[in-house]
T-cell receptor
Framework: GESVGLHLPTLSVQEGDNSIINCAYSNSASDYFIWYKQESGKGPQFIIDIRSNMDKRQGQRVTVLLNKTVKHLSLQIAATQPGDSAVYFCAENGAAAGNKLTFGGGTRVLVKP | DTEVTQTPKHLVMGMTNKKSLKCEQHMGHRAMYWYKQKAKKPPELMFVYSYEKLSINESVPSRFSPECPNSSLLNLHLHALQPEDSALYLC????????????????FGEGSWLTVV
């Protein structure tokens, strides 16, 4: 079936380094993608989104890249800080699925001081 | 900070109890959602309300009963739950009850941690 998945379940990164979190999706009809950050004990927090008519979008210290050819999405965090430690989920809208989001499995980012 | 407010933050209930989870948003959003999240898993959609009407029920057992009293409030009534229903219950909202897109992003609350004993 259609799914959104992540390549790495856990990513350890040194404070100050850049982080890259990857996500593969299989629903070629999806045209909107979101990255959420979920800290321990909290709900998912919107980070950044991208539509399929774009291949790159930048926010504050974060960049999302979309490669529709290989159905790949990535989130880059610049100068990773301890507060970036969390689980990151990608999600897709699945163009034929109404207002239902399909989530990837999640990647835990651990920032080492 | 999220503008979707959920209460209570923690709830412990017995299998014969009746309790409710509450959610409120004042962003003028017309779509509200209930998700269930087990540990180390992504959120799973349960219900969607669009313009105060139930538009999606993901085959959720009847022991979970949603209610949308008005466009700002969403409740989840719980009765005769099982221990396996213990999870984080997330409320979310979006501008409209149609496909998620830029300008119609889904925003989540902090969740209610439910333990069924």
């Amino acid at each position: 079936g259609e799914s959104v998945g992540l390549h790495l379940p856990t990513l350890s990164v040194q404070e100050g380094d850049n982080s890259i979190i990857n996500c593969a999706y299989s629903n070629s009809a999806s045209d909107y993608f979101i990255w959420y950050k979920q800290e321990s004990g909290k709900g998912p927090q919107f980070i950044i989104d991208i539509r399929s008519n774009m291949d790159k979008r930048q926010g504050q210290r974060v960049t999302v890249l979309l490669n529709k050819t290989v159905k790949h999405l990535s989130l880059q965090i610049a100068a990773t800080q301890p507060g970036d430690s969390a689980v990151y989920f990608c999600a897709e809208n699945g163009a034929a699925a109404g207002n239902k989001l399909t989530f990837g499995g999640g990647t835990r980012v651990l920032v080492k001081p | 900070d999220t503008e979707v407010t959920q209460t209570p933050k923690h709830l412990v209930m017995g299998m014969t109890n009746k309790k409710s989870l509450k959610c409120e948003q004042h962003m003028g959003h017309r779509a509200m959602y209930w998700y269930k999240q087990k540990a180390k898993k992504p959120p799973e959609l349960m219900f969607v309300y669009s313009y105060e009407k139930l538009s999606i029920n993901e085959s959720v057992p009847s022991r979970f009963s949603p209610e949308c009293p008005n466009s700002s409030l969403l409740n989840l009534h719980l009765h005769a739950l099982q221990p396996e229903d213990s999870a984080l219950y997330l409320c979310a909202s979006s501008q409209r009850g149609v496909q998620a897109d830029s300008g119609n992003t889904i925003y989540f609350g902090e969740g209610s941690w439910l333990t069924v004993v």
